[in-house]
């Protein structure tokens, strides 16, 4: 199985921007597709974006489109999320996963992914 470690999480004002890393280790990282997560407190857990195992595919959830950007590096086992033009709503939890099985296809459900990271946190001040 693949361990998965978040680091990059920490306060930013609003309008600003963030890297977040996801380092994977234990397993071949190009054996899976990746997501990102994201836990606000008192709600749900949501889809932040997903990319294959060669990054040649990737999607978005709405809330953040245009201005995040999923990306990974094989060679250094280790999946990014950049984050532009952060909102106080985008305060939260951040977890990164990995769904084995079918690497070339990406999914938003969470069920899917069978590994995850204990997260980092990222909070938007106004």
């Known amino acids: 199985q693949v361990q998965l470690v978040e680091s990059g999480g920490r306060l930013v004002q609003a309008g600003g921007s963030l890297r977040l890393s996801c380092v994977a280790s234990g397993h071949t990282f190009s054996d899976y597709a990746m997501g990102w997560f994201r836990r606000a407190p008192g709600s749900d857990r949501e889809f932040v974006a997903a990319i294959s195992w060669n990054g040649d595919s990737t999607y978005y959830g709405d809330s953040v489109k245009g201005r995040f950007i999923i990306s990974r590096d094989n060679a250094k086992n280790t999946l990014y999320l950049e984050m532009n033009s952060l909102k106080p709503e985008d305060t939260g939890g951040y977890y990164c996963?990995?769904?084995?099985?079918?690497?070339?296809?990406?999914?938003?459900?969470?069920?899917?992914?069978?590994?995850w990271g204990q997260g980092t946190q990222v909070t938007v001040s106004s």
């Open positions: 996963a990995a769904r084995p099985g079918s690497p070339r296809i990406i999914t938003v459900q969470a069920h899917m992914y069978d590994y």
